[in-house]
């Protein structure tokens, strides 16, 4: 079995940055990629970013590309998301992911695309 751990989450005023951090652990890690979504109250679950973890390929929703960067540490199985520029509207519960196996960024994209899952970090951006 797989944990992730999110932590990094708070409260923001537009225009600034958070960077959120998930924590890999179990009996033996090993996952194909690593993704990030987040959950608006009212609305569904959606992608912001992924990551491979071999080559470190990353792939982003149109609506971050710019301002955030997601990145890992493979030594400290630990993924970031570097959040720049926040606007009240990503104001989400982030959650991070994990897929076992090598797929395409389609199903990347989508939430059955992962095998695991955090509990969730709260990102809130004030106006």
């Known amino acids: 079995q797989v944990q992730l751990v999110e932590s990094g989450g708070g409260l923001v005023q537009a225009g600034g940055s958070l960077r959120l951090s998930c924590a890999a652990s179990?009996?033996?890690?090993?996952?194909?990629?690593m993704g990030w979504f987040r959950q608006a109250p009212g609305k569904g679950r959606l992608f912001v970013a992924g990551?491979?973890?071999?080559?470190?390929?990353?792939y982003y929703a149109d609506s971050v590309k710019g301002r955030f960067t997601i990145s890992r540490d493979n030594a400290k199985n630990t993924g970031y998301l570097q959040m720049n520029s926040l606007k009240p509207e990503d104001t989400a519960v982030y959650y991070c992911?994990?897929?076992?196996?090598?797929?395409?960024?389609?199903?990347?994209?989508?939430?059955?695309?992962?095998?695991?899952w955090g509990q969730g970090t709260q990102v809130t951006v004030s106006s």
């Open positions: 992911a994990a897929a076992a196996d090598s797929t395409t960024w389609v199903v990347l994209t989508m939430e059955r695309g992962y095998d695991y």
């Open positions: 179990g009996r033996t890690f090993s996952s194909y990629a």
């Open positions: 990551i491979i973890w071999s080559n470190g390929n990353t």
